[in-house]
């Protein structure tokens, strides 16, 4: 059963930065996408950013290009990482890490649908 953790949460004033971790466990597949979610109360789940087994192709929402980088550490048995900076109040939202059992065409890496497995969530909360 595959299982995703999420860490790194927290409370940060505007301008910050923090960085999530999500580690994978239960993977036995060697091609996949890892993604990250977001959803602030209130609102539906929109996606962060995407990546692909090899990290070699990579996607960003608008509203977090340039201030987010998300990355993947094959040699930690598929540790994910988002390093968040410059945050702001309305990157305030509990963050998912979610796992698609496949290697996704660019044109999906932003559809939560296309994604089998996901987290529990962290918090981050960005304010003064």
């Known amino acids: 059963q595959v299982q995703l953790v999420e860490s790194g949460g927290g409370l940060v004033q505007p301008g910050g930065s923090l960085r999530l971790s999500c580690a994978a466990s239960?993977?036995?597949?060697?091609?996949?996408?890892m993604g990250w979610f977001r959803q602030a109360p209130g609102k539906e789940r929109e996606f962060v950013a995407a990546t692909t087994w090899t990290g070699g192709v990579t996607a960003y929402a608008d509203s977090v290009k340039g201030r987010f980088t998300i990355s993947k550490d094959n040699a930690k048995n598929k540790q994910m990482y988002l390093q968040m900076n410059s945050l702001k109040p309305e990157d305030t939202a509990v963050y998912y890490c979610?796992?698609?059992?496949?290697?996704?065409?660019?044109?999906?890496?932003?559809?939560?649908?296309?994604?089998?497995?996901w987290g529990q969530g962290t918090q981050v909360t960005v304010s003064s």
């Open positions: 979610a796992l698609a059992r496949t290697s996704l065409p660019v044109s999906y890496l932003d559809t939560a649908g296309r994604y089998d497995y």
């Open positions: 239960g993977l036995t597949i060697s091609r996949y996408t």
